[in-house]
């Protein structure tokens, strides 16, 4: 355990009344990929914020490094500076442009460093956002689900630039995602939170890189899916995990009816 | 980047594509032509005598007026004269409502001692402080000078606060997560994010900074041009009360063009200006 990157001991978090965090257990080793699985409202945003310093737990120990960065599912650039001044921004020392340049370069925007947020595309904007992370250089990445809002396309590339960055930088990456294949595809640990308690955590074996197709993938995400507690005869085939009707599903075949 | 919804269905409907061209052109003159025509009317109206000379002034002979004042220098001199009291009332407003929307808008302790008062002062026609001014400031320069400071500070004050209590709270938690000093944090996420706010603030002051100019240039004034136009009032000079009017509504547009040209220079960021450029 010499080498432990993250260590959340006892952790609870109460909203009001509600118990969003309810003494949730977590290690991180150095250069483990963890994913976070759960539903919206699961707890699973507020245990990364309490990583990241953006929210303080009411008990318990939360023990990080202080190289940590964070990646929201916005990609949070200042609309008034371009890719590169955003990327630098806050970075002190002569070499900060130089430093910038490489980290855009490395996420595959060199030909986009003096682009204004607004002309990016979603998935390039993203990897703005990856960038000014990895300048900093962190220990640990905490990843909130930062591909959500991608297009499946963009996202699968988006799977491949993390994977080799993680391996590049050693990194420690704390991935929030609501999408159990997404979670096969990168981790080498899924958790399952729900109600604020860790629920199941799932060893991901596979050898890299991985794909859909691979043997025993689909057994993982049987596996995963039974812990979220979904079943597959809910599911369509290949859908992620948070397609439990909603009520506006449930109230849009009455409205459609009336129309 | 339009799409028209006929141009994508395949019938002979794509003609209709030339027609609001057209059309759009043939409205852009009428736009030119029918102030012209007012002002052919107007003309004709003077010189064959249907509007006397007592109730308005002839266009050639407000021209004819415009151009006996400016050969002598005696227009150059009452502009140059109201020109340096707006910019220094501007200046003033710009530097203390600036100032105080930065105290009330970045602290909570500034917000209190600060809001309500601001919030109650604005509510005031400053027009009718202009007696309180002279008797505090006199009858010189400095309280016409104050005056368009009081006017101009509250658009200001209250939209560089609003600007600055708008600014996207997730961009503030992430420079949070950068590790930003608040120095930095003020300089490059809430004074940038505040800005297109404020500027709206600006724009509105130097529009009521003239419109007070006028009033207070009435008072005890012996230079600029509402002190011409009192003159021109006094002496039935009706064509150069026409020239003032046409001047103050130059100098309105010039000032729209002023901060447009500021907007589109330091807003070139917004999509709105990005899209227009590519």
């Known amino acids: 355990m010499k080498n432990r990157m993250v260590n959340v001991r006892g952790v609870s978090r109460l909203f009001g009344k509600t118990l969003a965090l309810d003494n949730v257990n977590l290690g991180i080793e150095s250069g483990e990929f963890v994913a976070l699985l759960g539903r919206s409202g699961s707890g699973k945003s507020t245990l990364l914020r309490s990583l990241a310093g953006l929210d303080t737990p009411s008990a318990g120990i939360v023990?990080?490094?202080?190289?940590?960065?964070?990646?929201?599912?916005?990609?949070r650039l200042l609309p008034w500076?371009?890719?590169?001044?955003?990327?630098?921004?806050?970075?002190?020392?002569?070499?900060?442009?130089?430093?910038?340049?490489?980290?855009l370069a490395e996420v595959g925007l060199e030909h986009r460093l003096?682009?204004?947020?607004?002309?990016?595309?979603?998935?390039?904007?993203?990897?703005?956002?990856?960038?000014?992370?990895?300048?900093?250089?962190?220990?640990?990445?905490?990843?909130?689900?930062?591909?959500?809002?991608?297009?499946?396309?963009?996202?699968?590339?988006?799977?491949?630039?993390?994977?080799?960055?993680?391996?590049?930088?050693?990194?420690?990456?704390?991935?929030?995602?609501?999408?159990?294949?997404e979670a096969i595809l990168l981790a080498d640990r899924a958790l399952v939170i729900d109600r604020g308690r860790i629920i199941a955590s799932i060893i991901i074996d596979l050898p890299r890189p991985r794909e859909l197709s691979q043997p025993g993938f689909l057994f993982l995400r049987k596996q995963l899916l039974g812990a979220i507690g979904v079943t597959d005869t809910q599911l369509p085939k290949s859908t992620a995990a948070d397609s439990q009707p909603t009520p506006e599903s449930t109230v849009l075949p009455r409205s459609i009816a009336m129309a | 980047m339009q799409i028209s919804a006929p141009a994508l269905l395949d019938d002979p409907a794509s003609s209709l594509s030339i027609a609001p061209s057209l059309r759009r052109r043939s409205?852009?003159?009428l736009r030119a032509l029918s102030p012209l025509a007012l002002l052919a009317l107007w003309q004709i109206g003077c010189s064959s005598g249907l509007i006397s000379s007592r109730t308005l002034a002839a266009p050639s002979q407000v021209i004819a007026s415009f151009m006996e004042l400016t050969a002598d220098g005696a227009l150059q001199h009452h502009l140059l004269v109201s020109l340096s009291r707006v910019a220094k009332g501007m200046s003033i407003a710009l530097a203390l409502g600036g100032g105080l929307a930065l105290l009330s808008g970045l602290s909570r302790t500034g917000e209190y001692v600060i809001d309500a008062p601001m919030q109650m002062l604005r509510t005031l026609?400053?027009?009718?402080?202009?007696?309180?001014f002279i008797i505090w400031?006199?009858?010189?320069?400095?309280?016409?000078?104050?005056?368009?400071a009081m006017a101009a500070v509250f658009p200001i004050y209250l939209t560089l606060y609003s600007g600055i209590r708008g600014v996207d709270p997730k961009l503030v938690e992430l420079a949070k997560v950068i590790g930003l000093s608040r120095g930095a944090l003020i300089r490059h996420v809430i004074l940038p994010g505040a800005l297109p706010t404020a500027l709206v603030g600006v724009r509105y002051s130097l529009g009521i900074s003239w419109l007070i100019l006028v009033a207070a240039e009435q008072v005890n004034a012996t230079s600029g041009i509402g002190y011409l136009m009192n003159d021109a009032r006094?002496?039935?000079?009706?064509?150069?009360?026409?020239?003032?009017?046409?001047?103050?509504?130059?100098?309105?547009?010039?000032?729209?063009?002023?901060?447009?040209?500021?907007?589109?220079?330091?807003l070139a960021w917004r999509p709105s200006f990005v899209n227009a450029a590519a």
């Open chain 1, 63 to 75: 023990q990080v490094p202080n190289e940590r960065m964070v990646v929201f599912q916005e990609p």
């Open chain 2, 137 to 148: 400031f006199g009858i010189g320069e400095v309280p016409k000078v104050a005056l368009v």
């Open chain 2, 125 to 132: 026609p400053v027009l009718a402080l202009i007696p309180f």
């Open chain 2, 234 to 266: 006094d002496f039935m000079r009706i064509d150069i009360l026409v020239v003032g009017l046409l001047i103050y509504a130059f100098l309105g547009l010039v000032v729209d063009i002023l901060v447009r040209w500021l907007e589109r220079r330091l």
């Open chain 1, 81 to 103: 500076k371009t890719a590169i001044q955003n990327v630098e921004l806050g970075l002190r020392g002569n070499r900060a442009t130089e430093l910038a340049r490489s980290a």
């Open chain 1, 114 to 181: 003096h682009a204004y947020p607004a002309t990016l595309s979603g998935g390039e904007a993203q990897r703005a956002a990856l960038a000014r992370a990895l300048v900093r250089d962190p220990k640990l990445l905490l990843l909130d689900e930062p591909f959500a809002a991608l297009d499946a396309l963009t996202r699968m590339r988006m799977h491949a630039l993390i994977e080799s960055l993680w391996k590049r930088h050693h990194l420690s990456v704390l991935l929030i995602t609501h999408d159990v294949d």
């Open chain 2, 27 to 29: 409205r852009q003159w």
